[in-house]
């Protein structure tokens, strides 16, 4: 096969899996769709088809349509649809989970003749089937939602097993994933700074994903200036996460970090008063190298090991055992811990690691499940956290 096939042949491929993937979220989002014009008639028996089939498909395709406005430079619009849109796929993915395990219940109940039909259940289960479905995911996106905006610190307290020169604690308050744009702007910023300014940290780290592919532009010019508000005894220091490198713009995003006074670390470390090593990690995602990102070794080459050695990597990867013993703690974020039930039980299954503390022998690890969130702004059975770490160095 020649190049010129071949190179048609990539743009094809990409062609064809979209339209089979936007064919069957269509089809999926008209029996959703189907499904509430049922449940809404029982509400209001003379709803209006076109009016409620209008509303609906902006819905169902308003990510994109937030998407082309924002090639047209229309931030404010773009916004508006890809928050709208995004609300959407959370009403989506449980409308889906809720209609098949009711769907099969309600089989089950049929066929098995579980329930009277006189009972209560039989007639929310079948009776009023579709209406029942609407109330549960509302309440479902409901509680979601004010659990993703319903901030909390979460606190840690572990010991380094090494002696630090001149500290015996260690006070770290750490966030990842906070993805500014979505749900989160100016006023949310300013109070994720002061609470974090309120634990008093020794020092601050930022795990990746501040911004990503949805981050306005108009709000990407305040985060300097409230991000220079951030105050500790050792500064600020951060590494990138996938979707930094997958909002374009590399180089700018670099720009606000040096404008914030953050330090931020790619595949490099810092020694901080003489007395630790912080090492901030390329993302996976990282292009900017053919092989990939520096390994532990290599960044380290040059630096005691027998000082505390603190890593700063996005993604809570798996590592060898020879790297495992180069760290002592590592911070990480990236998997938002599924961020709503039942994607929690997937990310188990993904990583070693997927949310909060492991310890291998010296190896510890801390996996926040992320400050903001991506997509749908909810959260079930996960939270939108800071993290405080309370280290104590072996002092004997």
Known sequence: MNSKKLKNLSYIVPVIILIIILSLYSLLSFYIGKQNFFAFSYIYPHINRLIYWSIFWIMTFSYIIGFLFKKLCKDKLSKLFVNIGFFWFGLFYYFLL?????NISR?????????????????????????????IVAIINIYGTYVGRHRIVTKYNITIDKKCTNLAKLNIVFISDVHLGTGFGKKSLEKMVLNINNLKPDIIFICGDLIDENTPENLKDIIAPVLKNLSSLYGTYAVLGNHEYGAGNLEGTINIFKKA??????????????????VGRDDLSVKRKSKGRDNITEILNGADKNMPIIVLDHQPVRLDPLEKEQIDLQLSGHTHHGQFFPNNLITKTIYDNSYG?????????????????????????????????????FSS
């Open 98 to 102: 809720v209609f098949s395990l009711i």
């Open 107 to 135: 089989l089950i109940i049929i066929n098995f003749h579980l329930l009277s039909k006189t009972s209560i259940f039989y007639k929310i289960l079948v009776d009023y089937n579709s209406f029942s479905i609407l109330i």
């Open 261 to 278: 006074n953050v330090t931020l670390l790619r595949d490099s470390f810092a020694k901080i008063a003489n007395s630790f090593y912080v």
């Open 357 to 393: 503390y492991l310890k291998d022998k010296n190896y510890q690890l801390l996996v926040s499940s992320g400050y903001g969130t991506w997509g749908p702004l909810i959260r079930l059975g996960t939270k939108s956290e800071i993290v405080e770490v309370q280290v104590d160095f």
